[in-house]
């Protein structure tokens, strides 16, 4: 099975400050990454897919880049509502779909 | 609006059943490829089973093979997700999720639920 693995686990950020949050695959997904956004209490919400590809509707503050094992979500300027915990999900293996551990973005 | 409902959560002992439902609506049903993501207590997500748009195919990760089964009423725009034989370690929140579209993306999530819990305890 391909495993994901994301760091930091936790990130302590300030309004304003550009946030990068990295997730490593096990082998090789190609751009078959997604990126979920999660506030506690509720559903995750679709951020990003195949590596960099915005959800409609999500902030342009939001970005993903990368290819093969190595991604990144970048948020250019953390907003108030931006603080939540954040997961990366590969769906290049066809017969099985995981997520990264998540990233708890929190207020410095 | 897309909408997907999930109902059916509850306590129940170990060895026991359940059954979780989700009602979907404001969408072509029948288009689309369906999944089950769980989330237990404090910890990260993970995907539990899918269901192609017909159900003529179905994956489910390693740790609920023979102990759930995924289907769906296309009809009544529904699916639903049977456990038997629960542990414990099933104990989460189970999230219904709407594939985004063909290919590998079947494989993404862009309309969830809100969840229903189920505990598995004595």
């Known amino acids: 099975d391909i495993q994901m693995t994301q760091s930091p686990s936790t990130l302590s950020a300030s309004v304003g400050d550009r946030v990068t949050i990295s997730c490593r695959a096990s082998?090789?997904?190609?751009?078959?990454l997604a990126w979920y956004q999660q506030k506690p209490g509720k559903a995750p919400k679709l951020l990003i897919y195949?590596?960099?590809t915005l959800e409609s509707g999500v902030a342009s503050r939001f970005s993903g880049s990368g290819s093969g094992t190595e991604f990144t979500l970048t948020i250019s300027s953390l907003q108030p509502d931006d603080f939540a915990t954040y997961y990366c999900?590969?769906?290049?293996?066809?017969?099985?779909?995981?997520f990264g551990q998540g990233t708890k973005v929190e207020i410095k | 609006e897309v909408q997907v409902v999930e109902s059916g959560g509850g306590l129940v002992q170990p060895g026991g059943s359940l059954r979780l439902s989700c009602a979907a609506s404001?969408?072509?049903?029948?288009?689309?490829?369906m999944t089950w993501v769980r989330q237990a207590p404090g910890k990260g997500l993970e995907w539990v089973a899918n269901?192609?748009?017909?159900?003529?195919?179905?994956y489910y990760v390693d740790s609920v093979k023979g102990r759930f089964t995924i289907s769906r009423d296309n009809a009544k725009n529904s699916l639903s997700l049977q456990m038997n034989s629960l542990r414990a370690e099933d104990t989460a929140m189970y999230y219904c999720?709407?594939?985004?579209?063909?290919?590998?993306?079947?494989?993404?999530?862009?309309?969830w639920g809100q969840g229903t819990l189920v505990t598995v305890s004595s």
């Open positions: 999720a709407r594939g985004r579209g063909g290919g590998a993306s079947v494989g993404v999530y862009d309309y």
């Open positions: 404001g969408f072509t049903f029948r288009s689309y490829w």
């Open positions: 269901i192609k748009q017909d159900g003529s195919e179905k």
């Open positions: 082998q090789s997904i190609d751009i078959w």
């Open positions: 195949r590596a960099s």
């Open positions: 999900q590969q769906y290049n293996n066809y017969l099985t779909w995981t």
